[in-house]
């Protein structure tokens, strides 16, 4: 089940849509889920596509940078930067809430498709 922000959340808790990298502070609302946040806006632009090619089959895409210039890019990568950093810290959360519970970095590390020392290197905060 997701949370959103509630209104006594302080308005500088910085939560950022993983979809459009958007803060909390620019959007109305903001879902938050296991690892991912998406805002009030980017669910009604994912209602639009769904209502639109409902009765379509589903095919691929080509890459959203194809229609975007080399501004447009430049200046979206900044926010695409700020999602992987909130879904690392994230998965940290995550991985430092199953060492509590007394899970074994073996069993992390397969989850993750890592090896055992690979999981301790990247979350043990050991060096």
Known sequence: MGMTMSPQTPATAQIWC???GKSNT???KLVAGPGV???DECVGVAEAIMAKYRDQPAELRLPVWE???DKQMLAHIPRMAVVARQVETD???WVAELRRRGVTWSRIGAALGITRQSAWERFSGEQ
């Open 18 to 20: 993983s979809f459009c």
């Open 37 to 39: 946040q998406i805002c």
């Open 67 to 69: 229609s975007m210039s």
């Open 26 to 28: 620019e959007v109305g």
């Open 91 to 93: 998965l940290r959360f």
